[in-house]
């Protein structure tokens, strides 16, 4: 009978051990857990009012003479419940674009008012429609002072450069649909699609895209346009591109009826009704395996089909996100 009873201690105090170290596992983990989301609780980020700042939303855009009001977002960071802010901007002296000539400012003045002391206000510009060409010209917009002293951000000038639309060459820039008939080819006539654009260098020249079809790549070549001839000249050799199916590159070149070939320049007459024609275009492989093998000799066609219309940017003023910051 003691033995007995001595068994039965012995299995109830093993027992008691065993579930008390389940019960301080248990509060283990309980306190680990609690103990790894107290060290994890975020904290948002607080805005101090010495971190104010004013700013352009960007330092450049363009718009088109022809086109309408073009809004500039001036943008104040501050904190909510800042105090109003007013912010002066002015029209820098290098400035190529002259004021009542070339924009007239849609603000009543050159002060924006910011009553509730963040967000944004907004510089309005109207471009004016002329007829003379002056090219494209920049306005730089300064903002020069602020009523509670913010410091300026990096982008504290912005250039707004206004896109001409008389350009002398306007008439023929722009995308061309070319009937282009072979004189010595079997495989019948082609269409092409034909880009010109101004040449950013020299408003007598034209940059073509496009001149021969199934061209894996493109290569832009110089036009120069006589106002007094009417023509527009080619350089011989001037490499248009790669053929997809048959490499190169491709080169234009003047030919003739025959099928010949001459070093010499290709020149074509622009019509007052925006067409182009260019006869005897050859054009040649200069590279490749198929170096020195002739392409065709074309009589071509170029039929306006659209123009190159100015780019216009004309952001509203609702499409600036205002910022509110908050402690």
């Keep these: 009978m003691r033995i007995w009873n001595r068994i039965q201690v012995i299995n109830e105090l093993t027992k008691n051990k065993s579930n008390m170290k389940r019960i301080i596992i248990k509060y283990f983990a309980i306190l680990s857990a609690v103990l790894l989301v107290s060290s994890c609780e975020w904290n948002p980020p ?7 700042f004013i700013s352009y939303t960007a330092s450049s855009s363009l718009v088109a003479e022809q086109g309408g009001p073009i809004a500039i977002p001036v ?6 419940g800042a105090p109003a802010v007013s912010v002066t901007f002015n029209f820098d002296e290098s400035s190529v674009a002259v004021e009542g000539e070339d924009f007239t400012l849609v603000n009543p003045t050159n002060t924006l008012d910011v009553s509730q002391g963040w967000g944004y206000d907004t510089i309005w510009i109207q471009p004016i429609d002329n007829d003379v060409f002056t090219g494209n010209i920049p306005l ?26 008389e350009h002398p060459l306007g008439n023929w820039i722009g995308t061309f649909t070319v009937d282009a008939v072979d ?3 079997y495989f019948g006539p082609e269409t092409w699609t034909v880009t010109t654009s101004p040449d950013p260098t020299d408003v007598n020249n034209l940059i073509v895209v496009g001149i021969g079809s199934g061209y894996s790549e493109w290569t832009p070549i110089t036009g120069v346009v006589d106002m007094d001839a009417n023509t527009i000249t080619f350089s011989a050799g001037s490499e248009i591109g790669t053929h997809a199916d048959y490499g190169g590159p491709l080169a234009i070149f003047l030919g003739d009826e025959a099928g010949n070939l001459y070093e010499e320049p290709i020149v074509g007459t622009v019509n007052a009704d925006g067409s182009i024609f260019v006869d005897v275009l050859a054009i040649r492989f200069v590279g490749g395996v198929n170096d020195g093998l002739r392409w065709g000799v074309f009589e071509t066609t170029w039929a306006p089909s659209k123009k190159k219309a100015a780019p216009v940017a004309t952001p509203a003023a609702g499409q600036v996100k205002e910022l509110k910051l908050q402690h």
């Design 183 to 185: 004189y010595v080819s």
């Design 46 to 52: 607080t805005f101090d009012s010495a971190d104010s």
């Design 75 to 80: 943008l104040v960071t501050a904190e909510s």
């Design 140 to 165: 730089i917009i300064n903002l020069t002072s602020n009523t509670q002293n913010y410091p300026f951000g990096v982008t504290s000038s912005h250039t707004l450069t206004i896109v001409d639309d």
